[in-house]
């Protein structure tokens, strides 16, 4: 089975040029853990995960104030904490395939692209496990009825 099948197709997507405050509003609204990077072409050029987000904070969290924080989320842009170049793959490549890869680079999610490198999807490891979990609850239910 490949990629096509489980990956999320609406994704909410930045620019290099948004802000961390921005970025901070896209995780806590749309609760996703990674925001893929995008030019103006809609091609990928870079991903951006809470963790990235949170370690840009560190050095201000513990001793600013709060309107210091803020102050410097609304400065610093995406491109000063997204990670790029990005490991992305096509929506052919098979599940075992992504699952193999996210473990050997020790990601925790994948873009998919297109030919052009514009994104049309992305999985995490949360959606392959999803699916191996479901394939294994159809193969115990249908031994159970033959049995």
């Known amino acids: 089975m490949s990629l096509a099948a489980i990956m999320t ?32 072409m809609h091609r990928l050029v870079g991903i951006v995960s809470v963790k990235d ?13 709060e309107h210091t924080i803020e102050l410097y989320i609304q400065s610093r ?3 000063q904490v997204m990670t790029s170049p990005v490991i992305s793959v096509s929506q052919d490549l098979g599940i075992l395939q992504a699952a193999a890869l996210l473990v050997e680079r ?4 994948l873009p998919v692209v297109d030919q052009q490198q514009r994104l049309i999807g992305i999985v995490s490891w949360k959606d392959i496990m999803r699916r191996i979990v479901q394939s294994q609850q159809k193969r115990l239910q249908q031994t159970e ?3």
């Open 53 to 65: 987000y949170f370690k840009a904070l560190s050095p201000v969290m513990d001793s600013a104030s």
């Open 145 to 147: 009825e033959e049995e």
């Open 77 to 79: 842009k995406v491109r």
């Open 106 to 109: 020790n990601i925790s999610c």
């Open 9 to 40: 197709k609406k994704v909410r997507v930045t620019t290099e040029d948004a802000t961390l405050a921005s970025l901070r509003t896209l995780f806590t609204d749309a609760r996703f853990q990674h925001v893929p990077v995008i030019d103006s």
